[in-house]
Nanobody
Framework: VQLQASGGGLVQTGGSLKLSCAPS????????MGWYRQAPEKGRELVAV???????KYSDSVKDRFTISSDIAADTVYLQMNSLKPEDTAVYYC?????????WGQGTQVTVSS
């Protein structure tokens, strides 16, 4: 399964971006989908995840600014990012989990200028 992420780019502080991610084929019984990010010289950190049934969780650093959602019919997950800050600059990776395995996208760069 390959995941295709899109929507990254360059934005000024306070701006917004929306990321999307979809698998290369339809998948039944996805357990969860979400986003991680990795800033330069830092480890990968969880940004947001949405699980089957619709519940979601966020890292404290993005809570109240980012919203994760999904289109179940299209197996697509979105990350709406508002009030972006320079510290949000990172490569964002989407993933999905099904059949006890995780699959990762190639990453999309988000750069927030001050």
């Amino acid at each position: 399964v390959q995941l295709q992420a899109s929507g990254g780019g360059l934005v000024q502080t306070g701006g917004s971006l929306k990321l999307s991610c979809a698998p290369s084929r339809s998948i039944l019984s996805i357990t969860e989908m979400g986003w991680y990010r990795q800033a330069p010289e830092k480890g990968r950190e969880l940004v947001a995840v949405i699980v089957a049934g619709g519940s979601s969780k966020y890292s404290d650093s993005v809570k109240d600014r980012f919203t994760i959602s999904s289109d179940i019919a299209a197996d697509t997950v979105y990350l709406q990012m508002n009030s972006l800050k320079p510290e949000d600059t990172a490569v964002y990776y989407c993933y999905l989990r099904y059949a006890l395995s995780d699959y990762w996208g190639q990453g999309t760069q988000v750069t927030v200028s001050s």
